[in-house]
């Protein structure tokens, strides 16, 4: 595919504040993209999780399930929750992040009621707030004045930093976890639509993952998820879980809660085995990834059909050794996971037949291990039938 139209996809979408709570700015880009695309349709829940599906098989065709895809709009941030002084706010600590890394850090302060393009008020982290009875653990934000006046309900925060560069194949921003992801599902739509491919698939974009898979168990608790569907978490993940940057998209086993259906993951690498085939430069991993727990854990709790993929992830929620960094995702496994997923997509039978086939080679190969040591296992199951090869 033309990387130009990811990258598209990946600056638009990693440029944009966000935070649990708070995706209100991704979401409305969301909604933009598919007025563009008629051929998908979007639907949210009360909850503000968007599901987008197209359907490209002609009418009427056999009900051949979704491929769906997933993805989170948040990322760790702040909100505010009360004023103190004139120029120093509490903020709500929303997502998990390193604590010693916090204090004394600089962020960017964004306003719901503002565009998506604002210019974001400086602010910097100078203490920690306990938990005291209810209420619940907060960071002091100093703001001067005149900006501080700016700051209320509706305002957000982010570490202070660059919302998105590319360095030679190296994508880096405030937020790869999990808005690359987002736009490698989007890629993936874009290109199902513009190739007009006969297939039906979509794309879940869950809110609140990053403090406890709200959007997500919201999602699988209001029953609009189908049983028939296949969905495909994708995750920007760990590289401390053993994946490397460069090496091509990780086929996730399972995290640090749950393994997955072992099916469909044998389907998903028999895929990625096709299409190493059929090209050269295409490679991937295949990684338990058990740094941390993903929206697949919460699929499979509640009984769906579910695979995982993942972009190895450099400076995971921003962590550096001394200071908050930008996240780091490689283009050519970003590219290589938006190949994946249409592979899946449109391979004749779909990851359907691609799991069943695999099983039956997994079957096929026990079958003939077994054959090749049965008899001589049951002659030396006697002391004196055992047999000296030579």
């Known amino acids: 595919m033309n990387e130009e139209i990811f990258l ?27 007025a563009e695309r008629p051929e998908i349709t979007c639907s949210s829940d009360p909850c503000g999780n968007l599901l987008l599906l197209y359907n490209g098989c002609p009418s009427p ?18 909100a505010y929750s009360a004023s103190v002084s004139k120029s120093e706010f509490a903020f709500e600590m929303l997502g998990g992040f390193k604590l010693d890394l916090a204090l004394g850090s600089q962020v960017s302060i964004f306003h719901l009621d503002s565009p998506a393009e604002q210019t974001p008020v400086r602010g910097k982290v100078t203490a920690y707030r306990p938990p005291q009875g209810r209420r619940p653990p907060a960071l ?6 005149p900006a501080a006046s700016q700051i209320g309900p509706g305002s957000f925060a982010m570490w202070d930093l660059p919302p998105f560069k590319k360095k030679g194949r190296l994508l880096t921003g405030r937020a790869c976890d999990d808005l690359a992801g987002v736009a490698v599902g989007l890629t993936f739509l874009h290109e199902l639509v513009r190739l007009r491919e006969p297939v039906r698939a979509g794309l879940l974009l869950t809110r609140a993952e990053e403090i406890g898979f709200g959007g997500m168990l919201a999602a699988v608790r209001g029953k609009s998820l189908k049983a028939r569907n296949i969905y495909i978490n994708i995750e920007c993940s760990s590289l401390k879980a053993g994946a490397s940057l460069g090496a091509g998209p990780v086929i996730r086993l399972g995290d640090r809660w749950s393994v997955f259906d072992p099916h469909i993951a044998g389907g998903m690498v028999a895929i990625a085995e096709d299409l190493k085939a059929k090209r050269a430069d295409f490679k991937f991993q295949r990684k338990l990834m058990d740094g941390g727990i993903c929206e697949a854990t919460v699929l499979m709790n509640a009984g769906l059909q579910t695979g995982a993929v993942a972009l190895p992830l450099k400076n995971y929620h ?14 050519d496994d970003a590219l290589g996971l938006v190949d994946l997923l249409i592979h899946m997509a449109t391979i004749p039978g779909g990851l359907t037949t691609a799991q069943r086939a695999a099983a039956r ?17 049951t002659r030396s199951a006697q002391k004196n039938e055992v047999e000296i090869v030579r």
Do not use: C, W
Request: hydrophobic share 40%; glycine share 2%; net charge positive.
């Open 8 to 34: 598209d996809f990946a600056r638009r979408f990693m440029s944009l504040p966000t935070a649990s709570f708070h995706e209100h700015f991704a979401a409305q880009a969301v909604e933009a993209f598919v």
């Open 61 to 78: 065709s056999p009900r051949r399930p979704y491929l769906i895809a997933t993805a989170h709009l948040d990322h760790p941030g702040l």
């Open 140 to 145: 002091i934000i100093a703001v001067p004045p």
């Open 318 to 331: 921003n962590s550096g050794k001394k200071r908050f960094k930008p996240e780091a995702v490689h283009l």
């Open 361 to 377: 080679d997994l079957d096929k190969e026990m079958s003939k291990r077994h054959r090749k040591s049965a008899a001589r296992l």
